[in-house]
């Protein structure tokens, strides 16, 4: 089945570590998204990518960074700089101009 | 800076009835508005979309409508089920790429 994958489903973070969120998608789709979702508060964009080897900063990428280096991946690094690292993070993709498709999710923590 | 709204927050209806979700959306040039079912920590699966020249789309029990003039689109769900239970959420999409401004949601819980 086609679909997006993303790993772990829980992580934790300790004091001034980076830890790396994998999202993994087999629908041939050229654009993927990261979005933070914080209870009572909407989805919020972190990065995006139109097309392999290229990505944009969404409204929230301080502390965070991506790479795109296969179509297929799109992982996300939470930096150390990033202060309020608590959250549900969704990855997302798409094969036009918004995201329709979505994983399941990470759920990162703060130790 | 387009606000999408989502009111009330939270609903809770017995089995069988048919109910309204709501949203609210701040700026009308619109390419089109999407709702979606999230299920408690899970991702978002789409349900409708509705683009900015279309009234409504159905879906088995599903309605959505747009009133972009009025800034408002509206989710009817037909004939509840506790299968229903989850949080809707609506997202408005402008002319452009990846700026997709979602609403807090509405949380759904049918009794049986």
């Known amino acids: 089945d086609g679909g997006i994958t993303q790993s772990p489903k829980y992580l934790f973070r300790k004091e001034g570590q980076n830890v790396t969120l994998s999202c993994e998608q087999n629908l041939n789709h050229d654009a993927m998204y990261w979005y933070r979702q914080d209870p009572g508060q909407g989805l919020r964009l972190i990065y995006y990518?139109?097309?392999?080897?290229?990505?944009q900063k969404g409204d929230i990428a301080e502390g965070y960074s991506v790479s795109r280096e296969k179509k297929e991946s799109f992982p996300l690094t939470v930096t150390s700089a990033q202060k309020n690292p608590t959250a549900f993070y969704l990855c997302?993709?798409?094969?036009?101009?918004?995201?329709?498709?979505f994983g399941d999710g990470t759920r990162l923590s703060i130790l | 800076k387009q606000e999408v709204t989502q009111i009330p927050a939270a609903l809770s209806v017995p089995e069988g009835e048919n109910l309204v979700l709501n949203c609210s959306f701040t700026d009308s040039a619109i390419y089109n508005l999407q709702w979606f079912r999230q299920d408690p920590g899970k991702g978002l699966t789409s349900l409708l979309l509705i683009q900015s020249s279309q009234r409504e789309q159905t879906s088995g029990r599903l309605n959505a409508s747009l009133d972009k003039s009025s800034g408002r689109s509206t989710l009817y769900i037909a004939a509840s089920q506790p299968g229903d239970s989850a949080t809707y959420l609506c997202?408005?999409?402008?002319?452009?790429?990846?700026?997709?401004?979602f609403g807090t949601g509405t949380k759904l819980q049918v009794i049986p």
């Open positions: 990518s139109q097309i392999v080897n290229d990505f």
């Open positions: 997302a993709s798409s094969i036009d101009v918004q995201p329709q498709h």
């Open positions: 997202a408005a999409s402008p002319w452009g790429y990846q700026k997709v401004t």
